[in-house]
């Protein structure tokens, strides 16, 4: 909103390159709620004027900028921003036991409280699957957990908290499986550099995860906010060689494929070069 007020008036052409619809748009609380219909009125001002184009991750965030009223022709989809295939090359998998890691804000929307309640459900059945978390909190977010409360769950048996993490190419050289059992996202780079590194992956099923998990092919699907479900996909990927193996080893190719920097930098160059026109 602030980028396109400030081209108001002036003889450009200005790209909204969404992420996500965002706590706004994701959230139950009664902040949102109120927000929701103002934030979406100025969106539908701003965003149908001539020279405007918003840039969208999914096909499901796709269809909720048009129900929020943006016009079609102002709309384009380029599935993120890309991973550096050449760079993050797939890994062997690390001794046992089965590690299972997080990458992302420590946020509720991003899944992290039920994600604990799964590694704790494992734990009670004595499962010896391990839980790295690779993220901080983010203040500004209210959705966001403390610092306090990453700490007590680094305490935890059998969860390691590492919080900022600069080398992810070595974090997923230390993980068998990647998890991200998200409320919604654009597209999740964390489970883009995961796949491109051989990992499988377990994700909740909702916008923007499930462009990157196809269930039974790159990794499982569970329905959102599930322990029990979450819980039960980690077993099973934590039993079976074989499966993260070929879910991993075909995570890898759609990534490559389809994800890669330089294909997603081609279709950017594109649409900027199509507005300079």
């Known amino acids: 909103m602030l980028g396109s007020l400030a081209a108001l008036g002036r003889p450009v052409s200005c790209v909204s390159a969404l992420t996500g619809l965002g706590y706004t748009f994701t959230s139950g609380g009664t902040k949102a709620r109120l927000l929701r219909p103002i934030v979406g009125a100025l969106l539908r001002l701003l965003l149908n004027r001539p020279g405007q184009c918003v840039l969208v991750q999914n096909p499901d965030d796709r269809d909720g900028v048009l129900r929020l009223g943006i016009a079609a022709e102002n709309i384009v989809l380029i599935p993120g921003s890309g991973v550096d295939v050449d760079v993050l090359q797939p890994k062997p998998e690390p001794p046992d036991p089965p590690v299972v890691a997080f990458v992302g804000r420590l946020l ?106 196809h269930h039974g092919e790159t990794g499982l699907l569970v329905p959102v906010d599930d322990a029990q479900a979450l819980a039960a996909a980690i077993e099973s990927l934590a039993k079976s060689t074989e499966l993260r193996a070929r879910y991993g080893n075909a995570a890898r190719r759609l990534v490559a494929d389809r994800y890669s920097a330089a294909t997603i930098g081609r279709q950017t160059v594109d649409l900027y070069r199509s507005l300079v026109r």
């Open 108 to 213: 509720a929307d991003k899944g992290i409280h039920t994600l604990i309640r799964a590694q704790r459900l494992l734990r009670q059945r004595g499962s010896d699957v391990k839980l790295l978390i690779a993220g901080t909190p983010d203040p500004a977010n209210p959705a966001s957990a403390n610092e306090q409360d990453a700490a007590a769950w680094g305490r935890e048996p059998g969860i390691t908290w590492l919080g900022h993490v600069s080398d992810i190419g070595a974090l997923w050289a230390r993980a068998h499986i990647a998890v991200l059992p998200s409320r919604r996202e654009g597209m999740p780079k964390s489970l883009l550099e995961a796949a491109a590194c051989g990992r499988p992956m377990i994700a909740a099923d909702v916008p923007g995860c499930r462009e990157i998990v």
